[in-house]
Structure formats: C-alpha cells, structure tokens
C-alpha cells in the first residue's frame, strides 16, 4: 500500500509529505503565523511540556485552545511532554524517575511532584484542541544498553494502550465533527528486531499515525539513516510515518525516500537567527535535482560575510519570499551588521519559505 497523499485534520487537508516548523511556545520565533502559511506549511509543531507550564493547560482550553490563544488556523501537532521529562530526568536524576505506570517529575528537584500518566497526556492535549496528538512514550538513546531498550519498548507499548483507550473516551464524548488524529511512537533503539516488535504492538493497539521514536544520531552526532529506515520499515504501510525533529533538507529527502511524510524541526527558524539562510543552487530547484544522492541541491548563505555588504541581488533569486522580492543581500547584511530585528524576521521569512518550496518539490510526481 503507498504512502498516503494527504491527512485530513480539524483544521482542513495537509498535503503530504509536510513540513511542520516548530513554534514551541505557540508562536514561531523571529517570524509570524502568517509567514508559515505564505511559505505553504499547512501546520506548526508545539511543546505540551513547555505549554504546560507557561501559561498552562486550563487557560489555554479557556481562551479556545491554542488555535484560540495563538490566532492560528492551521494544523496544531502537539508532542505527548514525555521527551522533555526525559531528557531532563537523564541529565539529573533529582528531578525525577520514569516508572511503568507513569513518570514521577520534580521541576524544582525538591519535594513539589508532578505525576505525568498517558491518560494526564491525552487530557492535556485534548485541552489544547490539537489537530495531531501523540501518544506518550519511553525515549532512548541509540546507544543504551539492550535492557533499556527492552524496558522502552515494552512501557512504550503499555503507554500506547492506556494513550488509546483515554483518547477513544474523550473524542467519544466530543461534539467535533472532525475529530484529532493520535500518533504512537516506535522506539527500539538501533535494533531491527525490538523496532519491529514495537511497531508490531502499536499497529496492533491501532494509531492514525507513527512517529519515529529516540536519537537519529550515533554519540558523535552522525546521522543514523539505519536507525531511521528500520523504524519506517516497522511502521505499517498506508500510514502517515512521522520523522519527529528530522529537519536538515537532504535528511528530509532521505526519509521521503523511505516512506516518511511528515517532519518537524527548530532548524529553519533558528538558522534564521543566526544568519543562515538557505538557497537552492542554480537549475536544482527541481524535483529530480532534489532527488539526488548527496544533498547538492542546495547551499548555505552566511548573512554577515563581508562579501554581501555591496551586493544588490536578492538572496535567491528563484524566491518569492518578501526578503527576496523586496531586498538585496546587501541590506540583509547591514539589518544583521546594526542589529535590527527585521534582519531575523526576513531572514525566517526566507527559510520557512525554502522548505514550503521544497515540500513542494517533493511531493511532486
């Protein structure tokens, strides 16, 4: 069965495959809702952990969800928090403990408790009203012993049951006539064998969607595209297949090549932030030229470097973003040389739109 074409949301169809920039705190950074929808990105990536904490769960719901709070109109992807417990649990063990019924943290390593259940994740992202829900899971590190990846898999798959079953209650009991979509997660680590058998149990549970679950990346910080395939090969087939925080653009090309649909990443935007901005090089803003082994397609642009500060061409010239329409690099380079804000916002602009363009590419026959 072939990839699925389009996912069909509360908040209208997303083309596939996709690209979600991640608006973290419910707003992008250095950049606005609006230039994700002139990019053509159908939809944006939030934080449950972080939202959960600033301004939190109740008050969003009571101001309309984060489509009410926020103003935005297209799709919301919300994460299940578990990996942000995590990661905080892993750097130090003060702030709490992952145990199999649920994740016991402690946000100011005291005495002050947070208990965090599948079912609390559900309820959080249904107080939300997110478009794409994902279920609670255990992450690894590709490089933890074969115990832990035991013990991920198999809370993974308790958590998945328990995540289904709240998400079944409470989009019964809505009114929506569209109801949400839940991913599960596949973990497993760098092994075939506990992927598959992970993804096996998840299918079996049944998802709308699966993500792909743990560190793409060896220790060094090299791409593990293994790591990667063996995971789609454990989603099933005519499934929307999730690479969560995949975003460099040949690594995006990869995983389409594998059968994933959907990605999320801080890259575009925070790249932005810092003067990087992404081109197509001459004649490759084609879908064959994508395509293409080795990521050649495209290049960096360095804002600062001294060789822009006279140059009047735009940054692209293929581009049809408002940096590129409207300014040279030229002065791109003097807004970053005195520091003024607009210097990140047409610079965001500018990157959200290179990767609008090369979804667009990729969905291209």
Known sequence: MSAPKFLDLPSGRVALPAFFPDATYGAIRAGSFEDVERAGLSGCEMNSYHLMNRPGAKLIKSL????????????????????????????????????????????????????????????????????????????????????????????????????????????GASRAERKPKLFGIVQGGADPALRRACGEALEAIGFDGYGFGGWPLDAGGAFRPDILQMTADAMPDGKVKYAMGLGKPEEIVQCVAMGYSLFDCVIPTREARHQRLYVFREGMNNPDAV??????????????????????????????????????????HHLFKVGDPRAMALATKHNLRFYGRLMALLREP
Request: charge should be neutral.
């Open 291 to 332: 395509r293409a082994p080795g990521g050649a397609f495209y290049r960096y642009l360095y804002a600062l470097d001294a060789e822009h500060c006279r140059d009047s061409r735009p940054v692209d010239p293929t581009c049809d973003c408002a940096l590129c329409r409207g300014h040279s690099r030229a002065y791109l």
């Open 64 to 171: 309309g969800g984060l489509h009410g709070f926020t103003g935005y109109r297209g799709a919301i992807l919300t994460d299940s928090g578990g990996f942000q417990l995590y990661s905080l649990i892993r750097e130090n063990a003060a702030y709490g403990e992952i145990r199999d019924k649920e994740i016991i943290f402690r946000p100011d390593r005291g005495r002050e408790k947070l208990t965090f259940t599948p079912e609390k994740c559900i309820q959080v992202q249904f107080q939300y009203g997110s478009d794409i829900m994902m279920a609670l899971d255990m992450c690894t590190h590709p490089d933890d012993p074969m115990e832990v990846q035991r013990a991920s898999v198999a809370r993974t798959v308790a958590w998945g049951a328990r995540c289904r079953a709240e998400f079944d209650k409470l989009a």
